[in-house]
């Protein structure tokens, strides 16, 4: 079967295509913004070509978009009437009391009021009570006036319905869903119970909002992707990456189209852990260095971090997500002098346009990318597989205009650049691995991004990271991470209880609710039960706490051991905070259960067949490269990474070119070629803390 996966770009759209024990093909194209399925059907049109295929081979198309994104970003969305319990109406207004800059008293509102202003925000006389009780019933005449209103008066497109307590008595939204049909079979709605069915009125009327904000322009994309790929002969169910990691057929990502909202770093991640897994690694620390930022996320016994509490701009989107941490600090990254006369590194960034210094149509800001030029890690006439070429006077000239004032040589400063922006980003690891109880010394480092293999081997050992792992694409390493990643569907529900008070039947009745919702989206995904494996877990805190943890529950029947979930609670506890409470009492506060099948991914390159000894491997040359061991430079060889046999050994100072990537073997670290293609890298650790990068 021939497979495909398009991950779209603000720039560039990757497209990767694998067969049967074929190797993986991958290609670039320039992304369209203004009409994106032409740069997707570009790209399908380019891979089909370049192995030699047709349209009618292909039998399962993986697609990473950010069309959903795009519509909150640049408030393109449909226009949203919410329709809620009478007397709550202010709540997307109302918010919480966080602010992100607390004592700024000109700050911005930061409640997504844009997604229905108070004009299309309707109260709806009815009631339920916490208990799920209805104690006022619908009023379907209001519904129905309300609704005709807005279609006449405001043009809605989508309507998002948010009562009070539905997710514990679902009945008023599932009647009000019916009757907006009645009304405008046309119109799109959403609905709280089914969307986000937890407590926490603001949050949960957020989602729902989102949900139905994007819902149309999505369901429009998907047609005219579905329409275009069919013109091409491609006739296929569209599967669509999810903020957590998991794929789903597009007919079902419609249902709960927020669930796209954020993924675009997860496949990234989900790329990360496979090739980690090929490198015989569980345990791994994601790292994609692009132009602009990094993305660090964490894989512990070969799974992401989830969490549920991301955000979009500075709303609450609280849907399950790989948990990426973003920084800026990328190739484009710009240095700078603080007042205190420190150097800095980003956030500020170049971008693409005008690009670092010694891009063709480059500014004068001094960036990191620059720094790498001058240092001689990056090939002038050989960047980016030849596209364009580098300037290295343009590059010095900008890292000179800050030498002056912290009195040192320009090849002093690019090593003080790299250094720096190397700690911002060990600062950031630091943050997703210890700060969440995990030792880094226990993982690897997946390296990836156009810069992420230039930074990855000073970046590991910094931090104590025995080993870094180069996959063969890193610059595709998103797209081909579609391709890997499983089919997967995960529901939720609200269940307040003690745990010492639990019921534990209706406790196993919501799992089996659970656990029934999740076949039937396995079931419209044309998967058996019987390949589905199911993961169960519970959202637990201690009482009078506000945050939750969540914590395996491994089956179904595990649940009648209540002793075992408080084991299992007060050891989450004590590794995420360093300290537990067992005389404290605990609740549950939801239950989920996540249903997933793991594809058939990829087959790695034939092994090497040779028993004997590790052919050498021949070096393409020799560049002066600068490294803070060799402040004046050292004759470094230079290497094509086709040309590497598996088996192969490089001691640094090394420099492996490919298209999408330079990979640089500083001196002390050892580069291996292994027998699936991948570059692992060991480093001769200190048993000292590093410490902080200074200039």
Same mark, same amino acid.
């Given at each position: 079967?021939?497979?495909? #996966?398009?991950?779209?770009?603000? +720039?560039?759209?990757?497209?990767?295509?694998?067969?049967? *024990?074929?190797?993986?093909?991958?290609?670039?194209?320039?992304?369209?913004?203004?009409?994106?399925?032409?740069?997707?059907?570009?790209?399908?049109?380019?891979?089909?070509?370049?192995?030699?295929?047709?349209?009618?081979?292909?039998? %399962?198309?993986?697609?990473?978009?950010?069309?959903?994104?795009?519509?909150?970003?640049?408030?393109?969305?449909?226009?949203?009437?919410?329709?809620?319990?009478?007397?709550?109406?202010?709540?997307?207004?109302?918010?919480?009391?966080?602010?992100?800059?607390?004592?700024?008293?000109?700050?911005?509102?930061?409640?997504?009021?844009?997604?229905?202003?108070?004009?299309? %925000?309707?109260?709806?006389?009815?009631?339920?009570?916490?208990?799920?009780?209805?104690?006022?019933?619908?009023?379907?005449?209001?519904?129905?006036?309300?609704?005709?209103?807005?279609?006449?008066?405001?043009?809605?497109?989508?309507?998002?319905?948010?009562?009070?307590? /539905?997710?514990?008595?679902?009945?008023?939204?599932?009647?009000?869903?019916?009757?907006?049909?009645?009304?405008?079979?046309?119109?799109?709605?959403?609905?709280? /119970?089914?969307?986000?069915?937890?407590?926490?009125?603001?949050?949960?009327?957020?989602?729902?909002?989102?949900?139905?904000?994007?819902?149309?322009?999505?369901?429009?994309?998907?047609?005219?992707?579905?329409?275009?790929?069919?013109?091409?002969?491609?006739?296929?169910?569209?599967?669509?990456?999810?903020?957590?990691?998991?794929?789903?057929?597009?007919?079902?990502?419609?249902?709960?189209?927020?669930?796209?909202?954020?993924?675009?770093?997860?496949?990234?991640?989900?790329?990360?852990?496979?090739?980690?897994?090929?490198?015989?690694?569980?345990?791994? =620390?994601?790292? *994609?260095?692009?132009?602009?930022?990094?993305?660090?996320?964490?894989?512990?016994?070969?799974?992401?971090?989830?969490?549920?509490?991301?955000?979009?701009?500075?709303?609450?989107?609280?849907?399950?997500?790989?948990?990426?941490? +973003?920084?800026?600090?990328?190739?484009?990254?710009?240095?700078?002098?603080?007042?205190?006369?420190?150097?800095?590194?980003?956030? !500020? /960034?170049?971008?693409?346009?005008?690009?670092?210094?010694?891009?063709?149509?480059?500014?004068?800001?001094?960036?990191?990318?620059?720094?790498?030029?001058?240092?001689?890690?990056?090939?002038?006439?050989?960047?980016?597989?030849?596209?364009?070429?580098?300037?290295?006077?343009? #590059?010095?000239?900008?890292?000179?205009?800050?030498?002056?004032?912290?009195?040192?040589?320009?090849?002093?400063?690019?090593?003080?650049?790299?250094?720096?922006?190397?700690?911002?980003?060990?600062?950031?690891?630091?943050?997703?691995?210890?700060?969440?109880?995990? *030792?880094?010394?226990?993982?690897?480092?997946?390296?990836?991004?156009?810069?992420?293999?230039?930074?990855?081997?000073?970046?590991?050992?910094?931090?104590?990271?025995?080993?870094?792992?180069?996959?063969?694409?890193?610059?595709?390493?998103?797209?081909?991470?579609?391709?890997?990643?499983?089919?997967?569907?995960?529901?939720? %529900?609200?269940?307040?209880?003690?745990?010492?008070?639990?019921?534990?039947?209706?406790?196993?009745?919501?799992?089996?609710?659970?656990?029934?919702?999740?076949?039937?989206?396995? @079931?419209?995904?044309? =998967?058996?039960? *019987?390949?589905?494996?199911?993961?169960?877990?519970?959202?637990?805190?201690?009482?009078? !706490?506000?945050?939750?943890?969540?914590?395996?529950?491994?089956?179904?029947?595990?649940?009648? +051991?209540?002793?075992?979930?408080?084991?299992?609670?007060?050891?989450?506890?004590?590794?995420?905070?360093?300290?537990?409470?067992?005389?404290?009492?605990? @609740?549950?506060?939801?239950?989920?259960?996540?249903?997933?099948?793991?594809?058939?991914?990829?087959?790695?390159?034939?092994?090497?067949?040779?028993?004997?000894?590790?052919?050498?491997?021949?070096?393409?040359?020799?560049?002066?490269?600068?490294?803070? @061991?060799?402040?004046?430079?050292? @004759? +470094?060889?230079?290497?094509?990474?086709?040309?590497?046999?598996?088996?192969?050994?490089?001691?640094?100072?090394?420099?492996?070119?490919?298209?999408?990537?330079?990979?640089?073997?500083?001196?002390?670290?050892?580069?291996?070629?292994?027998?699936?293609?991948?570059?692992?890298?060991?480093?001769?650790?200190?048993?000292?803390?590093?410490?902080?990068?200074?200039?």
């Amino acid at each position: 079967m021939l497979q495909i #996966a398009v991950d779209v770009g603000g +720039t560039f759209t990757d497209v990767v295509a694998a067969r049967d *024990d074929q190797p993986v093909f991958a290609i670039k194209v320039p992304s369209t913004p203004l009409h994106l399925v032409d740069g997707v059907l570009e790209g399908v049109r380019a891979i089909l070509d370049l192995i030699g295929a047709d349209a009618e081979e292909v039998g %399962r198309f993986v697609h990473g978009t950010t069309t959903g994104t795009n519509a909150v970003l640049e408030r393109k969305g449909a226009t949203t009437a919410i329709l809620t319990t009478e007397g709550f109406e202010d709540v997307l207004e109302l918010g919480r009391l966080r602010r992100s800059a607390l004592y700024d008293l000109f700050t911005d509102a930061e409640t997504p009021v844009f997604l229905a202003p108070r004009r299309r %925000r309707f109260g709806i006389p009815e009631r339920v009570d916490a208990e799920g009780r209805v104690i006022k019933a619908l009023d379907r005449e209001a519904v129905r006036r309300t609704i005709t209103h807005a279609v006449e008066n405001h043009a809605i497109e989508s309507v998002a319905v948010c009562y009070l307590f /539905s997710f514990l008595n679902p009945v008023h939204e599932q009647l009000t869903r019916d009757i907006v049909a009645e009304v405008d079979s046309d119109l799109s709605v959403s609905l709280s /119970s089914e969307i986000n069915p937890v407590f926490r009125e603001y949050e949960r009327t957020v989602v729902t909002a989102f949900d139905a904000y994007i819902k149309p322009v999505l369901s429009r994309y998907l047609n005219l992707l579905h329409d275009a790929l069919g013109s091409l002969g491609v006739d296929v169910k569209l599967q669509l990456m999810q903020s957590r990691g998991g794929i789903a057929s597009g007919l079902n990502a419609l249902e709960r189209p927020v669930q796209l909202l954020l993924s675009g770093p997860s496949a990234g991640v989900i790329g990360g852990k496979y090739e980690g897994q090929r490198a015989n690694f569980g345990n791994v =620390i994601t790292f *994609d260095m692009g132009g602009t930022s990094s993305d660090v996320a964490l894989v512990r016994e070969g799974q992401p971090l989830i969490t549920t509490e991301a955000k979009i701009e500075t709303f609450p989107l609280r849907v399950p997500m790989v948990d990426v941490n +973003t920084i800026g600090a990328g190739g484009g990254s710009i240095a700078w002098i603080d007042q205190a006369g420190g150097l800095r590194v980003g956030p !500020q /960034s170049a971008g693409s346009d005008p690009g670092p210094a010694c891009y063709p149509s480059g500014g004068v800001e001094p960036t990191v990318t620059d720094a790498s030029l001058v240092l001689g890690y990056l090939n002038p006439v050989n960047f980016a597989g030849g596209r364009f070429k580098l300037n290295p006077t343009a #590059a010095e000239r900008s890292i000179e205009r800050l030498s002056g004032a912290l009195a040192m040589g320009v090849t002093h400063l690019a090593l003080g650049i790299h250094r720096v922006v190397n700690a911002n980003m060990a600062d950031q690891i630091r943050l997703m691995s210890v700060k969440r109880g995990h *030792d880094p010394r226990k993982f690897a480092l997946v390296a990836f991004g156009g810069a992420g293999p230039v930074h990855g081997g000073p970046l590991a050992a910094d931090i104590g990271i025995p080993a870094l792992v180069v996959p063969e694409k890193p610059g595709v390493l998103s797209a081909f991470g579609l391709l890997a990643a499983p089919i997967e569907h995960d529901h939720m %529900r609200t269940f307040v209880a003690r745990v010492d008070d639990v019921d534990v039947n209706e406790m196993r009745e919501t799992f089996g609710e659970l656990h029934r919702r999740g076949l039937t989206a396995m @079931e419209a995904e044309d =998967i058996p039960a *019987d390949a589905v494996q199911v993961l169960y877990s519970a959202d637990m805190r201690y009482v009078g !706490q506000s945050y939750e943890l969540e914590v395996d529950v491994p089956t179904i029947m595990d649940v009648s +051991t209540p002793d075992e979930l408080l084991r299992r609670f007060h050891l989450a506890h004590e590794q995420v905070y360093a300290h537990a409470a067992p005389e404290n009492a605990v @609740e549950i506060v939801n239950l989920r259960a996540v249903h997933r099948v793991v594809p058939t991914p990829p087959s790695a390159r034939p092994p090497h067949l040779d028993p004997g000894a590790a052919p050498a491997a021949r070096s393409q040359g020799v560049r002066t490269a600068i490294f803070a @061991e060799y402040p004046d430079g050292v @004759e +470094t060889p230079i290497f094509d990474r086709g040309g590497l046999p598996p088996g192969a050994e490089l001691k640094g100072p090394a420099i492996v070119e490919q298209p999408d990537t330079t990979i640089v073997v500083y001196p002390g670290h050892t580069c291996r070629v292994c027998d699936s293609g991948l570059l692992t890298m060991s480093f001769a650790l200190s048993d000292q803390l590093p410490r902080q990068a200074t200039v």
